[in-house]
């Protein structure tokens, strides 16, 4: 035999070889792990039928394939009909049923031993791998009586998928349904506020279905369904409303007495959405999302539930951490201090503050209430006062007298803005340039171009973690207020020998009136311009020191035992103020307390998102033993 022979034969054989092999496969469904392994998903078969009563002329012509039935010439009177007892295989690991049966024009029929759209299974409830359905199928003639040929009954073969409640008692709500059916499911007892549904383990849009009095329906089903009893967040925090805050001190710990639980802001009322917020000893306001768990903190002006980091959910699914396990890390503020523009979460120009000793002064300075520019050199202009000692001089100096060129002329290419006047041994000032004065300085030091490091650290975070969730989350402002409030950096006409103090300072430092307003649009961080600055890349932020005082962790309306505290330093997203060389923030300190640290000091980092308007949560009661779920 030559070479051309022995391959055309090899080649016979192995052909001979894949088919025997597969009719065995097809036939006798050993379910060994070799073929279990190869077996394909779905594939379902009519593997056998037989002709047994009725009225045919060409018995030959009968044959089935893996989905039809066909007969060659039957019938010839109406009344006349085939009886066929025929079976299906389901050689695939998934289960099936039948959809529908298509039978050729001019033909009806009947099927016993199966009801269409159920679930196909044998006799001891098997119903895949190779589970065997044995039924009959009577086919009868509807138009004129004569010979009928070539007829066929087609069958729509298809998966079966599970419907599994989760937080709804089942009160014989369907479990299963053949793919392309709709679902009905009439709610009774125990009616699910609202419903949030997955399909193959992702959540369905809303518009896919409709949940109205009571029933929902689900059109065209083409997966396994997990239906999920839901509650509004927005709800459920309303409906803990103690009412209003206007008795609330906020300079004095919470109580039962004094805004303990959730209470409603003045002036808020009566808005579409009332701000609710957390205060005190609560235990109730815990959430788990994006396998992270948080802490409830407030509701936003538009229906929103702002939430601050908590750590890691443990093995249980419970969260109750503290310390530094309810921190994604520690940072710094930014990584230097010496400038008004690092108390900003991003900041502009860097305008360094320096001190002149004075104490040992033995010339005549100069000094004005306003500068101007000949494009050369700032001339000191309007009030001005000459000086020969800064100890004796120094307060009254303070009092309008901000500029110098510490020369006896007046004249300089650059000049000097005092930004404090409080030590009698030395001026702290900035150094201006190219015909700028404080006001401009002030604009371009406030600017948001660079990111501060902890906003850094923050987006990383974020980045790293929680980008798959950002359509979850609304797009709330987090203020940075750099508002200033007193100090010789509100303006040169300020009288003051103390330090430059931002507005978060007397809200929460000296008239205990919280607010969660934000003044200025530069200082409002936001993705979107539509609604803020439009500097941040993530919707994420930290509180305000305002929201910690409204939390019961304020200055000195503050106790342990506020949901806020955790026992370790924690930084808040409000300057504090500018005093000599040192930019200050506030911070939550380890004993429970608002207050306030040099910007380059590591503290803990609690980041803060907030959920969208009508956010439902599936499941737990908000304690830290089973938090609210959100999914």
Same mark, same amino acid.
């Given at each position: 035999?030559?070479?051309?022979?022995?391959?055309?034969?090899?080649?016979?054989?192995?052909? =001979?070889?894949?088919?025997?092999?597969?009719?065995?496969?097809?036939?006798?469904?050993?379910?060994?792990? $070799?073929?279990?392994?190869?077996?394909?998903?779905? @594939?379902?078969?009519?593997?056998?039928?037989?002709?047994?009563?009725?009225?045919?002329?060409?018995?030959?012509?009968?044959?089935?394939?893996?989905?039809?039935?066909?007969?060659?010439?039957?019938?010839?009177?109406?009344?006349?009909?085939?009886?066929?007892?025929?079976?299906?295989?389901?050689?695939?690991?998934?289960?099936?049923?039948?959809?529908?049966?298509?039978?050729?024009?001019?033909?009806?029929?009947?099927?016993?031993?199966?009801?269409?759209?159920?679930?196909?299974?044998?006799? @001891?409830?098997?119903?895949? =791998?190779?589970?065997?359905?044995?039924?009959?199928?009577?086919?009868?003639?509807?138009?004129?009586?004569?010979?009928?040929?070539?007829?066929?009954?087609? !069958?729509? !073969?298809?998966?079966?998928? #599970? $419907?599994?409640?989760?937080?709804?008692?089942?009160?014989?709500?369907?479990? /299963?349904?053949?793919?392309?059916?709709?679902?009905?499911?009439?709610?009774?007892?125990?009616?699910?506020?609202?419903?949030?549904?997955?399909?193959?383990?992702?959540?369905?849009?809303?518009?896919?279905?409709?949940?109205?009095?009571?029933?929902?329906?689900?059109?065209?089903?083409?997966?396994?369904?997990?239906?999920?009893?839901?509650?509004?967040?927005?709800?459920?925090?309303?409906?803990?409303?103690?009412?209003?805050?206007?008795?609330?001190?906020?300079?004095?710990?919470?109580?039962?007495?004094?805004?303990?639980?959730?209470?409603?802001?003045?002036?808020?009322?009566?808005?579409?959405?009332?701000?609710?917020?957390?205060?005190?000893?609560?235990?109730?306001?815990?959430?788990?999302?994006?396998?992270?768990?948080?802490?409830?903190?407030?509701?936003? /002006?538009?229906?929103?539930?702002?939430?601050?980091? &908590?750590?890691?959910?443990?093995?249980?699914?419970?969260? &109750?951490?503290?310390?530094?396990?309810?921190?994604?890390?520690?940072?710094?503020?930014?990584?230097?201090?010496?400038?008004?523009?690092?108390?900003?979460?991003?900041?502009?120009?860097?305008?360094?503050?320096?001190?002149?000793?004075?104490?040992?002064?033995?010339?005549?300075?100069?000094?004005?209430?306003?500068?101007?520019?000949?494009? #050369?050199?700032?001339?000191?202009?309007?009030?001005?006062?000459?000086?020969?000692?800064?100890?004796?001089?120094?307060?009254?100096?303070?009092?309008?007298?901000?500029?110098?060129?510490?020369?006896?002329?007046?004249?300089?290419?650059?000049?000097?803005?005092?930004?404090?006047?409080?030590?009698?041994?030395?001026?702290?000032?900035?150094?201006?340039?190219?015909?700028?004065?404080?006001?401009?300085?002030?604009?371009?030091?406030?600017?948001?171009?660079?990111?501060?490091?902890?906003?850094?650290?923050?987006?990383?975070?974020?980045?790293?973690?929680?980008?798959?969730? #950002?359509?979850?989350?609304?797009?709330?402002?987090?203020?940075?207020?750099?508002?200033?409030?007193?100090?010789?950096?509100?303006?040169?006409?300020?009288?003051?020998?103390?330090?430059?103090?931002?507005?978060?300072?007397?809200?929460?430092?000296?008239?205990?009136?919280?607010?969660?307003?934000?003044?200025?649009?530069?200082?409002?961080?936001?993705?979107?311009?539509?609604?803020?600055?439009?500097?941040?890349?993530?919707?994420?932020?930290?509180?305000?020191?305002?929201?910690?005082?409204?939390?019961?962790?304020?200055?000195?309306?503050?106790?342990?035992?506020?949901?806020?505290?955790?026992?370790?330093?924690?930084?808040? =997203?409000?300057?504090?103020?500018?005093?000599?060389?040192?930019?200050?923030?506030?911070?939550?300190?380890?004993?429970?307390?608002?207050?306030?640290?040099?910007?380059?000091?590591?503290?803990?980092?609690?980041?803060?998102?907030?959920?969208?308007?009508?956010?439902?949560?599936?499941?737990?009661?908000?304690?830290?033993?089973?938090?609210?779920?959100?999914?």
């Amino acid at each position: 035999m030559n070479k051309k022979n022995i391959f055309s034969v090899v080649i016979l054989f192995l052909i =001979l070889s894949i088919t025997v092999g597969f009719s065995a496969f097809a036939s006798e469904m050993s379910i060994g792990k $070799i073929v279990a392994d190869v077996r394909v998903k779905k @594939d379902i078969r009519i593997t056998d039928a037989t002709v047994t009563d009725g009225k045919w002329y060409n018995l030959d012509a009968f044959n089935y394939d893996t989905d039809s039935i066909l007969f060659g010439e039957v019938f010839y009177e109406l009344d006349d009909f085939v009886s066929v007892n025929f079976e299906v295989t389901n050689f695939g690991n998934v289960e099936m049923g039948i959809y529908d049966i298509e039978a050729s024009e001019g033909i009806r029929y009947e099927i016993t031993g199966y009801e269409l759209k159920d679930k196909l299974c044998d006799n @001891d409830n098997n119903c895949n =791998l190779g589970s065997k359905k044995i039924m009959n199928l009577k086919i009868y003639p509807t138009g004129d009586a004569g010979l009928y040929s070539n007829i066929s009954v087609n !069958f729509d !073969f298809r998966e079966m998928h #599970t $419907i599994t409640y989760e937080g709804i008692t089942n009160n014989s709500y369907p479990t /299963e349904i053949i793919s392309g059916s709709n679902l009905n499911v009439d709610f009774t007892g125990d009616i699910p506020e609202n419903l949030i549904i997955y399909k193959d383990g992702t959540d369905v849009d809303s518009s896919k279905y409709t949940y109205s009095n009571n029933t929902l329906t689900f059109n065209n089903v083409s997966g396994d369904l997990v239906i999920k009893s839901a509650k509004n967040l927005f709800n459920i925090i309303k409906l803990k409303t103690n009412g209003v805050d206007t008795n609330i001190d906020f300079g004095v710990a919470s109580s039962e007495t004094n805004g303990d639980g959730v209470n409603t802001i003045s002036g808020t009322e009566s808005n579409q959405y009332p701000v609710y917020y957390y205060r005190g000893a609560v235990t109730n306001n815990n959430v788990k999302f994006a396998n992270f768990c948080w802490k409830m903190v407030r509701t936003t /002006e538009t229906g929103g539930i702002k939430l601050i980091y &908590n750590g890691v959910p443990a093995e249980d699914g419970s969260c &109750n951490n503290t310390g530094t396990a309810s921190q994604i890390g520690a940072s710094a503020f930014n990584s230097t201090y010496t400038s008004p523009a690092y108390v900003g979460y991003m900041y502009g120009t860097v305008y360094t503050a320096t001190s002149k000793t004075l104490t040992e002064q033995t010339d005549t300075y100069l000094y004005g209430n306003d500068v101007s520019w000949d494009g #050369t050199n700032y001339i000191l202009t309007g009030d001005t006062m000459s000086s020969s000692s800064w100890k004796t001089d120094y307060k009254t100096l303070a009092t309008k007298y901000h500029y110098t060129c510490f020369n006896t002329t007046g004249t300089c290419t650059e000049v000097y803005y005092i930004n404090y006047f409080g030590n009698a041994s030395n001026a702290y000032y900035l150094t201006l340039t190219e015909g700028k004065n404080i006001e401009k300085a002030k604009e371009e030091m406030f600017t948001n171009t660079t990111d501060s490091k902890i906003k850094t650290t923050i987006d990383n975070w974020y980045k790293a973690n929680m980008t798959s969730y #950002t359509n979850k989350l609304e797009d709330t402002v987090w203020c940075n207020d750099r508002t200033l409030t007193s100090g010789p950096l509100l303006s040169k006409d300020t009288n003051s020998t103390g330090s430059s103090l931002f507005a978060a300072y007397g809200r929460n430092m000296s008239t205990f009136k919280p607010s969660i307003s934000c003044t200025n649009t530069r200082d409002s961080f936001t993705v979107d311009s539509s609604n803020g600055n439009g500097k941040l890349t993530y919707p994420i932020g930290l509180l305000t020191a305002d929201e910690y005082t409204l939390a019961g962790s304020g200055y000195k309306g503050y106790s342990t035992d506020a949901y806020l505290h955790t026992g370790k330093y924690q930084w808040s =997203l409000s300057p504090y103020y500018f005093y000599g060389t040192y930019a200050y923030e506030f911070n939550l300190t380890s004993s429970g307390y608002l207050n306030y640290y040099y910007v380059y000091t590591s503290r803990g980092v609690r980041p803060s998102v907030s959920l969208k308007p009508g956010t439902y949560a599936t499941g737990g009661d908000g304690s830290t033993v089973s938090p609210y779920i959100v999914e």
